[in-house]
T-cell receptor, first 110, second 116 residues
Framework: LAKTTQPISMDSYEGQEVNITCSHNNIATNDYITWYQQFPSQGPRFIIQGYKTKVTNEVASLFIPADRKSSTLSLPRVSLSDTAVYYCLVGRDNDYKLSFGAGTTVTVRA | NAGVTQTPKFQVLKTGQSMTLQCAQDMNHNSMYWYRQDPGMGLRLIYYSASEGTTDKGEVPNGYNVSRLNKREFSLRLESAAPSQTSVYFC???????????????FGSGTQLSVL
């Protein structure tokens, strides 16, 4: 798996947009970028996955520049319930050893 | 649809005791995983099973054994528990699909284990 680097923590306020950048300088051609969200006392859950350019779903957007050496998860207009840890993973179809780094703890305040 | 079910949710052991954590999924997924998460840290892979009948070591396999009993069930056993194994344990299964890109992981709600 490509090594990823993301900030340890970020603070925000309700209604703001939160952008979390993940660096993955040694990403391979066949690798995809996947983000998971983990609430306290729960297991992680899938948020979004992309290969290049931009992907958007009902929860978030994922921006991937042309060189794919980084990616940015964007959470629009966050609420208190978006307080969680967010993990960035880089891997491909036949990667079975899926490990999570420390993630980014996002704290949303009123 | 229950998804991934883990039992028990909480467990306290004394050093040297043994126990088995149970995990079952009802999504017909081929691959299953066991992770541990220590306070303030990310998830570390203990063991995984890419398909029924196969198991492989992850990052931190020492002190654990696993059994892929059938396609639905993947258990984790601590033969002689140590305080260093105090952690939250998560089981996950990985979807089987036919589109490009890594499959999603689906996690259970975790087992909080304390070893005294």
């Amino acid at each position: 798996l490509a090594k990823t680097t993301q900030p340890i923590s970020m603070d925000s306020y309700e209604g703001q947009e939160v952008n979390i950048t993940c660096s993955h300088n040694n990403i391979a051609t066949n690798d995809y970028i996947t983000w998971y969200q983990q609430f306290p006392s729960q297991g992680p859950r899938f948020i979004i996955q992309g290969y290049k350019t931009k992907v958007t779903n009902e929860v978030a957007s994922l921006f991937i520049p042309a060189d794919r050496k980084s990616s940015t998860l964007s959470l629009p207009r966050v609420s208190l319930s978006d307080t969680a840890v967010y993990y960035c993973l880089v891997g491909r179809d036949n990667d079975y050893k899926l490990s999570f780094g420390a993630g980014t703890t996002v704290t949303v305040r009123a | 649809n229950a998804g991934v079910t883990q039992t028990p949710k909480f467990q306290v052991l004394k050093t040297g005791q043994s126990m088995t954590l149970q995990c079952a999924q009802d999504m017909n997924h081929n691959s299953m995983y066991w992770y541990r998460q220590d306070p303030g840290m990310g998830l570390r892979l203990i063991y995984y099973s890419a398909s029924e009948g196969t198991t492989d070591k992850g990052e931190v396999p020492n002190g654990y054994n696993v059994s892929r009993l059938n396609k639905r069930e993947f258990s984790l056993r601590l033969e002689s528990a140590a305080p260093s194994q105090t952690s939250v344990y998560f089981c996950a299964s990985r979807e089987t699909k036919f589109r490009a890109g890594p499959e999603k992981l689906f996690f259970g709600s975790g087992t909080q284990l304390s070893v005294l």
